[in-house]
C-alpha cells in the first residue's frame, strides 16, 4: 500500500523559514510528478506547487512564487518543499501527494489529478 509521509512541520516566525520532507513507501516519487497542498484552518485544500517528473518543472500557485520553491533528493527519493519568508496566512497543514498515473507532461496544481495523500504535517507561523 502507497503511504506518503510529510515531516518538518513546526511552529515559526513570521519571516522565517522551514523546510518540509516528503517520503513514501511502495511508492518511488523519482518517477513520479509530487504535488504539495495545503489546508488552513477553516478552509479548503488549496495547491501550493509541484514538481514534475519529466525534468523535475516546478509550478506554483502566486501565493507560494518567489517564496516557495520544491526540489527532489534522487539519493533519499524524497520531496522537499522550502518556505521562505513565512507569514501567518501561510499557517495551514501541508500535505504531499502522487499521481496513480505519470502523464507525460507538467505537473497539475488540481487536487482531483491526485490520488494518494499524506497525512499531513502542520506549519504555525506565529509570533
Known amino acids: 500500500q502507497v503511504q506518503l509521509v510529510e515531516s518538518g512541520g513546526g511552529l515559526v516566525q513570521p519571516g522565517g523559514s522551514l523546510t518540509l520532507s516528503c517520503s513514501a513507501s511502495?511508492?518511488?516519487?523519482?518517477?513520479?510528478?509530487v504535488a504539495w497542498f495545503r489546508q488552513a484552518p477553516g478552509k479548503g485544500r488549496e495547491a501550493v506547487g509541484c514538481?514534475?517528473?519529466?525534468?523535475?518543472?516546478?509550478d506554483y500557485t502566486d501565493s507560494a512564487k518567489g517564496r516557495f520553491a520544491i526540489s527532489r533528493d534522487s539519493g533519499d527519493d524524497r520531496v522537499y518543499l522550502r518556505m521562505t519568508s513565512l507569514k501567518p496566512e501561510d499557517t495551514a497543514v501541508y500535505y504531499c501527494?502522487?499521481?496513480?498515473?505519470?502523464?507525460?507532461?507538467?505537473?497539475?496544481?488540481?487536487?482531483?489529478?491526485?490520488?494518494?495523500w499524506g497525512q499531513g504535517t502542520q506549519v504555525t507561523v506565529s509570533s
Open positions: 511502495q511508492f518511488t516519487l523519482r518517477d513520479s510528478d
Open positions: 501527494a502522487v499521481p496513480v498515473l505519470w502523464l507525460d507532461r507538467i505537473c497539475q496544481l488540481i487536487e482531483s489529478e491526485y490520488d494518494f
Open positions: 514538481i514534475s517528473r519529466r525534468d523535475d518543472k516546478t
